[in-house]
């Protein structure tokens, strides 16, 4: 069994029934989490921030970092994988989204990206089936790809299927 971890900005995908996908502390940023049942394919992005256009050269180097450059990133990563290239039949999830630095709402940075997450799977045809967001709590993510199931955890709290 090996672990596939994302970082922020980072995003992949894996077939190997095996694997687990994993990202840590999300805060604001919010995770999102596509699931192929019939290439049993599993994959993850980590957005950071919800627009591209703020900063195209780190988009260029790096488009999980933006919600807007990282979906539709990450979709090209399922289709390397044998997935449908419009994502469908996915079933998608998103996690993270939090207030944990910005408890005045200056920024709504998290707020920002879920809602730019939204976005862009709507534009693809895509839309969430799960999601655990907000709150002012980091979450971690890992997927089993086997299973195809998302756990999530958080310091002091046990942890919880999405």
């Known amino acids: 069994m090996s672990t596939l971890i994302l970082g922020i900005g980072d995003l992949g995908a894996t077939k190997n029934p095996d694997d687990l996908v994993k990202t840590?502390?999300?805060?604001?940023?919010?995770?999102v989490i596509m699931l192929d049942p019939k290439t049993r394919t599993a994959g993850m992005v980590h957005c950071a921030l919800p627009e591209a256009r703020i900063n195209p050269a780190k988009a260029q180097e790096r488009p999980g970092y933006f919600a807007d450059s990282g979906i539709p990133a990450l979709?090209?990563?399922?289709?390397r994988h044998g997935c449908d290239p419009s994502g469908r039949g996915f079933i998608v999830k998103l996690a993270g989204g939090a207030k944990v630095m910005d408890p005045n709402d200056t920024f709504n940075i998290g707020k920002r990206n879920l809602l730019a997450a939204k976005k862009i799977l709507w534009?693809?045809?895509?839309?969430?089936?799960?999601?655990?967001?907000?709150?002012?709590?980091?979450?971690?993510?890992?997927?089993?790809?086997?299973k195809g199931e998302v756990w999530l955890s958080s310091p002091g709290r046990p942890n919880w299927k999405l």
């Not at 979709?75 to 289709?79: D, P």
């Not at 534009?123 to 086997?146: K, M, P, Q, W, Y």
Request: glycine residues 14%; charged residues 15%; negative net charge.
């Open 123 to 146: 534009a693809h045809g895509l839309g969430a089936v799960a999601e655990d967001v907000g709150g002012n709590f980091s979450r971690t993510v890992t997927i089993t790809v086997h």
């Open 75 to 79: 979709l090209r990563e399922m289709a």
């Open 24 to 31: 840590f502390a999300l805060g604001s940023c919010v995770a």
